[in-house]
């Protein structure tokens, strides 16, 4: 998630798409000029998994430029978002701060907290840049608090992100140290990379899906869940295009590796990582990131590179809020005026033991008409709560409707009138499960993970998984790890309470909010 810094004299073409600069971009300031400064790099890609990567033995991959900073610098193997949807996490990898403590708790919320990484470094003299390929992670959300610059290219692919980023560090004041954020947003679904990049399959069927979801003729929540096998059909053939995305964005970071090393910065401080992975049919989720919480959408890559870090593996649970209080401490720029969720990592590499488990959550299940969750929909839209056979959906001020999932899936059919016994069990069920806040929670330690996932009794089932021997999470070995569970049992209640204590009110979107959330396949 992690930028790099440039001193390029790159001349940008942005003529494909327009930067959207921020509201709060300034004139240029003054600046320290301090040569002990490093240059800092946050550097993210979107959407990305931790096991589709050459370091991590994925045998497709073609991520060389990734490969490379993973070998010089410090790989946590271990590593997940705190919630698998871009604007929580990202906020909780500028701030330090778990979402419930930031305020951006789904896809499109507002980042409440004032201090970032950026204003810190920008407080000690450091020129900050960022930039983002994606509409919902910049600032509309407050992510660009503390940024000189700011532009948001939505939908523009690697290489032309890169150009630009290069040509914003070539017009930094002179000799100031840059932080320099770059969001990239390529492997995001539909994966339909550019013709330009030659390296990918040809995946016919996979990529006329694609196209049909960018024009808005399929509705995505369908091939999100396999409706009638459409997506387990071509799950090879886009799997090998979500490959080809992250080669070619591989490629776009190795030009900007090269635009910086041109220019005389080699070394600058750098953090890599996502803002969460993509489930290709674990769980039975396909080309989508959010409604649960698998491994396949909860970790992430997570690279550490620069001066002062040695190169090395560490297997030790770590989360993206670990990301800003390491940088600061590695920067001797620690502020403990700001409470932080995440840890310095430092002492890791140092040989110190970590925490023993680290706790995250899914994010909601945002399309009412996907099915296979306990409570699906946008509290200010369509929302349902799910039983053995119906759901019970509302929208605004509209009387509540009855449905049967499995015969009536696009919910077309009010059945209330013939079974108000089951409404009025549904509704009374739903007074435990908020819209929106309704999810999976996970403790995640090294070996074990515990998911809760809600019921309609109003409690949690509880399943734990070794997700070193299973990692497709299939089989609950809570019965052959008696002492291990009851430890992470009184973690998860405490994860309860945490979250229950903290359950801040949905926030409602404005039209344009709206609109990059339908573009991004979000809500229909």
Not at 304 to 315: K, T
Request: aromatic content about 6%.
């Amino acid at each position: 998630m992690m930028g790099l810094l440039f001193m390029g004299l790159f001349a940008c073409s942005t003529a494909e798409i327009e930067p959207a600069t921020s509201p709060r971009a300034q004139p240029e300031p003054s600046c320290a000029v301090d040569s002990d400064k490093p240059d800092v790099l946050l550097l993210t890609i979107d959407t990305l998994r931790a096991d589709r990567l050459g370091f991590a033995g994925h045998a497709a991959a073609q991520t060389p430029n990734l490969d490379a900073l993973a070998a010089r610098g410090h790989t946590f193997t271990q590593a997940i978002t705190p919630v698998p949807r871009t604007t929580p996490a990202l906020s909780s990898m500028l701030t330090g701060q778990s979402p419930h403590h930031h305020g951006a708790r789904e896809v499109g919320d507002l980042m409440l907290s004032d201090v970032t990484i950026a204003t810190q470094l920008k407080a000690q003299g450091w020129h900050t840049i960022g930039v983002s390929a994606i509409r919902v992670a910049g600032p509309d959300q407050n992510l660009d608090r503390g940024f000189d610059r700011f532009d948001v290219m939505h939908d523009a692919h690697a290489d032309k992100l890169t150009e630009f980023a290069l040509s914003q560090v070539s017009a930094a004041p002179s000799g100031c140290p840059v932080l320099l954020w770059i969001h990239y947003a390529d492997p995001h679904f539909p994966y339909l990379p550019p013709a330009r990049w030659t390296a990918q399959p040809e995946a016919k069927k996979c990529r006329a899906l694609g196209t049909k979801a960018s024009k808005g003729k399929l509705a995505r929540y369908r091939l999100f869940a396999n409706r009638k096998g459409m997506a387990s059909a071509v799950l090879d053939e886009c799997q090998s295009l979500y490959d080809a995305e992250i080669a070619f964005t591989d490629s776009a970071i190795g030009e900007l590796f090269s635009g910086l090393a041109s220019r005389g910065i080699t070394d600058p401080l750098i953090a890599f990582t996502s803002d969460h992975g993509e489930n290709l049919g674990e769980w039975n989720l396909f080309f989508e990131h959010g409604p649960n919480a698998h491994d396949a959408s909860l970790k992430v890559p997570l690279v550490l590179a620069g001066p002062g870090i040695p190169a090395g593996e560490s297997q030790s649970v770590a989360r993206v809020e670990d990301v800003t209080p390491t940088l600061l401490a590695l920067l001797k720029l620690s502020d403990k005026s700001e409470p932080v969720d995440g840890i310095d990592l430092a002492p890791l590499w140092q040989g110190e033991s970590g925490r023993p488990w680290v706790a995250a959550e899914s994010g909601s299940a945002l399309h009412a008409r996907m099915g296979g969750y306990l409570v699906s929909g946008r509290k200010h839209r369509l929302h349902c709560i799910d039983g053995p056979k119906f759901a019970l959906c509302k929208q605004g001020d509209k009387a509540p409707k009855l449905f049967d999932r499995a015969l009536d899936p696009e919910l077309r059919r009010d059945l209330i009138a013939d079974h108000p016994d089951e409404a009025a069990e549904l509704s009374e069920a739903w007074k435990a499960w908020p819209v929106e806040r309704t999810r999976q929670r996970v403790i995640r330690g090294p070996r074990f993970s515990l998911v809760a996932t809600p019921q309609l009794t109003g409690h949690y089932s509880l399943a734990m998984y070794d997700h070193t021997a299973d990692p497709t999470l299939s089989t609950d070995v809570q019965s052959k790890h008696p002492e291990q569970l009851q430890k992470m049992t009184a973690a998860m209640q405490a994860w309860h309470d945490e979250l229950d204590g903290k359950n801040s009110p949905v926030m409602e979107r404005t039209k344009e909010q709206e609109e990059a959330l339908r573009s991004l396949g979000y809500i229909e």
